[in-house]
């Protein structure tokens, strides 16, 4: 049963028990319905007290039903509600721990709530290009108030209940068992007459129309490419102008116009997508687990002090390995200054900053890291320097310790074959600033074992970070996915655009940053040694030679000051340089290519096409598992747009035929072998299907 109900005495206790969050499905919606008619009906029954079991009370409606026919079956979730609300005896909401979206507007259906202390109290739909569609736009205003519940809609943050303490929305917070204090609170009220409705109180705002027009234009400056922030204004805006029912129509009508658009399809996907990651078919979800208490990491730059923090943050010290101490040195001050920064902005509290920084040690002995239960390696690109670091670690980490390499294109399996426990191996590629970035590309090796990816699928989550599971090629899925998109922008230069057209029309279409200020931001450097390696390994590949000359002028990016743009000191701003773009000319003539003008629409197809055709191959092959790995992969690690949903979402939403027929179009130019199509792309397009 979703909804368990017993009778206490004179009340009715209906128990939602529908894990983890109580989502309100349809069998779920169902039993509540039959749990208050049976209340109802039965003469010794004085009030109904409605709660949850588990850790939520409810977690809202079931997203996964948006897309089926159950969403909208009775009884749906309005239906729900308008049973509960004109029930003929008390019903009392018992909220804890999570009360949020369709739980939440549940509750406010009910004559009572009384809740516990720290209980989320949230309409979150917002972040998944939605607005509250069950009353919540209509009810919330008339018990906190139209600015705060404005506030709470358009944002979509929890709220702590008892900061909600002193609002209509509670009639009493409980200290302490909170079923006891609910029973007590029913018993107190079984007899009062008539059942209070949170509709029939009217929303009292002076001078609504100043608040709500200042919030339109507030809202509408901030919401950049997502509908739902506006229309959540809208929606509750109704409940001042409107009664209450024309009020909750016109919330109905909103909802689902809002569920229908792109923007909401691909937060939904993108929300789906992040779960479905950490799922890995032949690795039970009961899979054991190694214990994760310490951690080492070797190399103390940038990569590995941000590496570091990520472990200390989640409460895992850390030991920092170097070679030599200036560079230890250096590290370590680093990491502290970072987090002397937090604390400056009023992030972290005093004690907070002495207990993390308590957790970082540093050595330049590896006989110290020995008892780590993981050690991440955060070392130069290049082969022969894994080498010598596995080789070493195999010598001294204790058995059962997991080693792990952030390595982002080199062969993993290679790797594993350097020690003597390749079971032991994994690849964590975390991604720069790796404290910051969100995604965690984790390599599983042939050898690697089923509680290692267990285990570092479960730290992912631990560290907050998005796990995403990739096999052995070269780049993974990210890097051997943004070698095409590089390799078109590199082409699209030589053939008449300029860096800073290519980045503005990418970061147009959302991205968060072009591929030339994306260069520089990395190192092009960084890029120019993975090609030298790649001449040599792929000859019959092309590369545009435009990001090699720069670097053989030293510009590296902003680390040296000049890269594909110029910077100033102190200024992270990208100036056009014209001397790099005269360089680019100047270099389109001496290959005899005839420059000519690139539209913004043709530097996006072919920039996330050829992304969308590499991912395809990966899909075929198996490195990724799902096209919404692939997604996650591009949202959460290289700035590609949320609203758009990814690369393959994208490409679904084009439609596959048509990103086949402008493959097609685009092969008879220039580099015409690039756009040979993926056979999953022709595949799925001629069957009339989609990569999700």
């Known amino acids: 049963m979703t909804a368990e109900y017993q009778v206490n005495g004179a009340v009715a206790i209906i128990t939602l028990n529908n894990p983890p969050v109580n989502g309100l499905g349809l069998s779920t919606r169902t039993a509540v319905v039959e749990g208050v008619r049976k209340a109802l009906a039965d003469d010794a029954v004085k009030a109904i007290v409605l709660t949850g079991a588990g850790k939520a009370f409810s977690g809202g409606a079931d997203i996964k039903e948006f897309n089926s026919p159950s969403a909208f079956a009775e ?12 029930a003929s005896k008390p019903v ?24 516990a202390i720290g209980a989320q109290i949230a309409l979150p739909e917002v972040k998944l290009g939605i607005l509250p569609g069950a009353g919540g736009t209509q009810r919330l205003p008339r018990v906190v108030g139209l600015e705060l519940a404005l506030n709470m809609i ?12 002193k609002t209509a929305l509670f009639n009493k917070i409980i200290e302490g068992d909170l079923m006891e204090g609910a029973l007590a609170f029913a018993a107190s009220i079984a007899d009062a007459r008539p059942l209070p409705k949170v509709r029939d109180i009217k929303v009292d705002y002076p001078n609504y129309e100043a608040f709500l027009q200042f919030s339109r ?38 909802f689902i116009e809002l569920v229908q658009t792109t923007e909401s399809k691909a937060l939904r996907h993108a929300f789906f997508g992040e779960r479905a990651a950490s799922k890995i078919p032949d690795v039970p979800a009961d899979t054991p687990v190694r214990s994760i208490k310490s951690a080492a990491v070797i190399g103390a730059g940038t990569m590995g002090g941000g590496i570091a923090m990520n472990f200390v ?34 992030k972290l509290t005093q004690e907070k900053f002495d207990q993390r920084v308590g957790m970082i040690s540093g050595t330049l002995n590896y006989a110290d890291i020995g008892q780590a239960d993981i050690v991440v390696e955060a070392v130069f690109e290049d082969m022969g320097v894994k080498e010598t670091v ?95 998109y590089s390799r078109q922008a590199g082409f699209l230069i030589e053939e008449g655009a300029l860096p800073e057209q290519v980045d503005k029309a990418v970061e147009k279409f959302g991205f968060a940053m072009g591929p030339f200020r994306m260069g520089d931001l990395a190192g092009n450097d960084i890029g120019w040694y993975i090609r030298k390696r790649r001449y040599l390994e792929k000859p019959e590949i092309t590369y545009s030679k435009t990001a090699d000359l720069l670097c053989e002028l030293g510009r590296y990016g902003q680390k040296t000051g000049a890269g594909w743009y110029d910077y100033k000191a102190g200024d992270r701003k990208a100036y056009p340089s014209a001397l790099v773009n005269d360089m680019i000319i100047k270099h389109s003539a001496d290959i005899g290519v005839e420059r000519r003008k690139i539209s913004d629409q043709e530097i996006i197809e072919r920039l996330v096409y050829s ?38 979402f994208y490409a679904d939403t084009v439609g596959l035929p048509n990103v086949l027929m402008t493959m097609e179009k685009l092969a008879k130019g220039r580099h015409g072998d690039a756009w040979k199509p993926a056979p999953l792309l022709v595949k799925l397009a001629a069957e009339g299907k989609t990569f999700n």
Do not use: W
């Open 313 to 346: 943050n989640a409460g895992i010290p850390v030991m920092l390995l170097e070679t030599k101490q200036e560079a230890l040195d250096k590290g370590i001050a680093t990491i502290r200054k970072n987090y002397e920064n937090t604390m400056k902005k009023g």
């Open 611 to 648: 992304l969308v055709n590499e991912a395809a191959h990966i899909l075929e092959e198996g490195i990724a598992m799902r096209a919404s790995d692939i997604d996650m992969v591009y949202l959460t690690g290289y700035g590609f747009p949320v609203f758009r949903g990814g690369p393959m």
């Open 75 to 86: 009884p749906s979730l309005h239906t729900l509600i308008n049973v509960v609300e004109g």
């Open 154 to 165: 358009v944002s979509g943050t929890p709220v702590a209940s008892e900061k909600l303490a």
């Open 92 to 115: 009392i909401a018992a909220i804890h721990t999570v009360c949020m979206g369709g739980g939440l507007e549940l509750a406010l259906g009910c004559h009572y709530r009384v809740a």
């Open 217 to 254: 234009n507030t809202v509408k400056a901030m919401s950049g490419p997502y509908p739902a922030p506006l229309k959540c204004v809208e929606a509750v805006a109704a409940s001042v102008t409107k009664k209450f029912d024309d009020g909750i129509k016109f919330e109905r009508d909103l």
């Open 390 to 484: 596995f080789k070493k670690l195999d010598e001294v980490m204790k058995q059962g310790a997991i080693l792990a390499s952030n390595t982002s294109t080199l062969d993993v399996d290679q790797i594993a074959s350097f020690t003597k426990r390749p079971q032991d191996v994994i690849g964590t590629h975390f991604f720069s600033p790796a404290n910051v970035m969100k995604l965690l590309e984790i390599v599983r090796g042939k050898a690697t074992a089923k509680d290692v990816l267990a285990t570092t699928l479960a730290l992912s989550k631990k560290i907050k970070k998005t796990g995403v599971v990739s096999g052995v090629c070269d780049g993974f899925i990210g890097n051997r996915m943004i070698e095409q």
